[in-house]
């Protein structure tokens, strides 16, 4: 992917392997820099992406999902209602979901809504 140091991450656009006939814009914000120092990452730069980059409106609602980077496993009712809620939720004009980004645990969960959602 191209990429641009954004204060220590990085922003650009990536094909995922799910979606290989489009390009998906990101930005990587560190949570940590070496030695434990938190990363300091300008919010108005963030905002200056998305609003002057990429052209977006200001979000309505940001939801963060975050979790453990392991197995997510949930019995079919919960699992279900869940998928569902997120997918409902992601039909919502001016709601962003960001993940941490990996392909594990609740992040992948999110993940899957997003792909049932384009099926």
Same mark, same amino acid.
């Given at each position: 992917?191209?990429?641009?140091?954004?204060?220590?991450?990085?922003?650009?656009?990536?094909?995922?392997?799910?979606?290989?006939?489009?390009? !998906?814009?990101?930005? +990587? $914000?560190?949570?940590?820099?070496?030695?434990? =120092?938190?990363? #300091? &990452?300008?919010?108005?730069?963030?905002? !200056?992406?998305?609003? +002057? $980059?990429?052209?977006?409106?200001?979000?309505? =609602?940001?939801? #963060? &999902?975050?979790?453990?980077?392991?197995? !997510?496993?949930?019995?079919?009712?919960?699992?279900?209602?869940?998928?569902?809620?997120?997918?409902?939720?992601?039909?919502?004009?001016?709601?962003?979901?960001?993940?941490?980004?990996?392909?594990?645990?609740?992040?992948?969960?999110?993940?899957?809504?997003?792909?049932?959602?384009?099926?």
């Amino acid at each position: 992917p191209s990429s641009k140091t954004l204060g220590g991450g990085g922003a650009g656009a990536m094909k995922w392997r799910q979606r290989e006939d489009k390009l !998906f814009n990101y930005v +990587r $914000v560190p949570s940590m820099m070496s030695g434990g =120092l938190k990363a #300091s &990452v300008n919010p108005h730069l963030l905002r !200056f992406y998305f609003e +002057r $980059v990429w052209g977006l409106k200001r979000p309505k =609602l940001f939801v #963060s &999902v975050t979790g453990a980077a392991k197995d !997510f496993d949930l019995p079919e009712g919960p699992r279900n209602k869940l998928l569902k809620g997120l997918q409902e939720l992601g039909k919502i004009e001016g709601v962003w979901m960001a993940t941490g980004g990996c392909s594990e645990g609740i992040m992948q969960f999110v993940g899957l809504a997003r792909a049932l959602m384009e099926a």
